[in-house]
């Protein structure tokens, strides 16, 4: 599955943007799908995870309450709305898909797509 993030750009802090995530597989619906970002000389982070339905998701505490992460399968798009940006939400942030198997398991996905660059200004 080939994926491409798209939606980024630069906000000032308190700002809100909605990034997106475009699946090319006909079995879209297969797959769980997550958002990470990678900040200058950090870690990768996985922010949100959502399952194939869209009835289960995860964040982490850095985003929760102010991210969320939905999905259309019927359009093969995953969204993540990000309100309340800070400073420190700058970084190049990644949509990601796996074959749903068990989302209680850590989500360690095998198909990454481009970045797309989200600024945050103070």
């Known amino acids: 599955v080939q994926l491409q993030a798209s939606g980024g750009g630069l906000v000032q802090a308190g700002g809100s943007l909605r990034l997106s995530c475009e699946a090319s597989?006909?079995?879209?619906?297969?797959?769980?799908v997550g958002w990470f970002r990678q900040a200058p000389g950090k870690e990768r982070e996985l922010l949100a995870h959502i399952n194939w339905s869209g009835g289960s998701t995860s964040y982490a505490d850095s985003v929760k309450g102010r991210f969320t992460i939905s999905r259309d399968n019927a359009k093969n798009m995953v969204y993540l709305q990000m309100n309340s940006l800070k400073p420190e939400d700058t970084a190049v942030y990644y949509c990601a898909a796996d074959y749903a198997y068990d989302f209680s398991r850590p989500f360690k996905p095998d198909y990454w797509g481009k970045g797309t660059q989200v600024t945050v200004s103070s």
């Open positions: 597989t006909r079995t879209f619906s297969n797959y769980d």
